[in-house]
């Protein structure tokens, strides 16, 4: 998986490196628009991925690959709410890493391994920020998403 991911082209637009499916991420949180954001299908590989997950995720139409260097992390965030469905599920793969999950200032740390999902969905979805500590060794996510058809 890693060597298929690291074969593909990296967007360095952000202090990590990026890939982005189906749609652009707009991190500035602006809606989506089609026009603007939409770069086509799921390329195969993805779709076969997203398949394993559509118990959880019956539609994904989204997929965001994100590389962290050692050092590297990612703050506390919630996903863009009006664009995306109420089920992100992120894939860890490469280094272990620690995710932060917070609710009305209480953190629970989360050790995510290698190949280990993360399904966040209603009140983790929507009301638990979270976010990645600084990882010691490389680390990729999968984030996997559905775009709202009232957000384009």
């Keep these: 998986m890693l060597k298929k991911i690291d074969s593909q082209p990296w967007d360095n637009s952000l202090k990590r490196r990026t890939q982005h499916y189906g749609w652009q991420y707009r991190y500035n949180r602006l809606p989506l628009n089609k026009s603007r954001d939409y770069l086509g299908e799921l390329p195969l590989w993805l779709q076969k991925l997203s398949k394993c997950l559509s118990e959880w995720l019956p539609?994904?139409?989204?997929?965001?690959?994100?590389?962290?260097?050692?050092?590297?992390?990612?703050?506390?965030?919630?996903?863009?709410?009006?664009?995306?469905?109420?089920?992100?599920?992120?894939?860890?793969?490469?280094?272990?890493?620690?995710?932060?999950?917070?609710?009305?200032?209480?953190?629970?740390?989360?050790?995510v391994q290698p190949c280990c999902l993360a399904v966040m969905t209603d009140e983790a979805r929507y009301f638990w920020t979270h976010e990645l500590r600084p990882v010691k060794q490389r680390r990729i996510s999968i984030t996997f998403r559905q775009v709202k058809a009232d957000s384009h």
């Design 59 to 111: 539609i994904c139409n989204q997929i965001i690959v994100n590389e962290y260097l050692k050092g590297q992390k990612i703050g506390k965030h919630i996903d863009h709410v009006s664009n995306f469905g109420s089920t992100i599920i992120t894939l860890s793969l490469g280094s272990p890493g620690i995710l932060v999950f917070t609710k009305d200032n209480h953190p629970i740390e989360v050790a």
